[in-house]
């Protein structure tokens, strides 16, 4: 009887190992594409809450150096918008637009590179105490975040305390 010549290798090791290899690669390369995408959302999430931050510190220091008399709503072009009118007579505009994915304060603008499927945007007058308060409101939702990146600031009007 001879000997089986055990210096080669068998289909059936070449097919394991091959199998074992291709599905820690294919392993390897879904846990790269999901951490990517972690990291994106991450980065997505950071530049909306700075951006939040940015407005609302622009439109609180605007009103504390300034007398707040009034807070309009409008509507124009499907466009909703808020006026904000200090007592200098100067007026500063809120307004996000959807189509350009635009957030516009005054001379301030800042263009979205994502899209937003919920915008509004609102201010709500109430007294308590002889002081009028104004609920300034702006929705800014996407559809891959449960998260509003808008703001939600409560004033005095003419700086009432």
Same mark, same amino acid.
């Given at each position: 009887?001879?000997?089986?010549?055990?210096?080669?290798?068998?289909?059936?090791?070449?097919?394991?190992?091959?199998?074992?290899?291709?599905?820690?690669?294919?392993?390897?390369? @879904?846990?790269?594409?999901?951490?990517?995408?972690?990291?994106?959302?991450?980065?997505? @999430?950071?530049?909306?809450?700075?951006?939040?931050?940015? =407005?609302?510190?622009?439109?609180?220091?605007?009103?504390?150096?300034?007398?707040?008399?009034?807070?309009?709503?409008?509507?124009?072009?499907?466009?909703?918008?808020?006026? +904000?009118?200090?007592?200098?007579?100067?007026?500063?505009?809120?307004? +996000?637009?959807?189509?350009?994915?635009?957030?516009?304060?005054?001379? !301030?603008?800042?263009?979205?590179?994502?899209? +937003?499927?919920?915008?509004?945007?609102?201010?709500?007058?109430? &007294? &308590?105490?002889?002081?009028?308060?104004?609920? =300034?409101?702006?929705?800014?939702?996407?559809?891959?975040?449960?998260?509003? !990146?808008? +703001?939600?600031?409560?004033?005095?009007?003419?700086?009432?305390?």
């Amino acid at each position: 009887m001879k000997k089986i010549n055990r210096k080669g290798y068998l289909t059936v090791e070449i097919i394991l190992a091959s199998s074992i290899a291709f599905v820690i690669a294919v392993f390897l390369i @879904d846990l790269t594409i999901k951490l990517s995408n972690k990291t994106d959302d991450a980065y997505l @999430d950071t530049i909306l809450t700075t951006d939040k931050a940015i =407005i609302t510190n622009k439109i609180m220091m605007d009103i504390k150096t300034k007398k707040l008399v009034n807070v309009v709503a409008r509507e124009v072009s499907s466009l909703p918008l808020l006026l +904000f009118e200090y007592a200098n007579g100067e007026v500063k505009e809120l307004s +996000f637009d959807k189509e350009h994915k635009k957030l516009i304060y005054g001379d !301030y603008q800042k263009e979205y590179k994502v899209s +937003f499927d919920e915008v509004s945007l609102d201010v709500n007058e109430y &007294i &308590i105490d002889e002081i009028t308060y104004f609920n =300034i409101k702006l929705t800014l939702k996407n559809i891959y975040s449960d998260s509003d !990146y808008g +703001f939600n600031i409560t004033v005095s009007k003419s700086n009432e305390n």
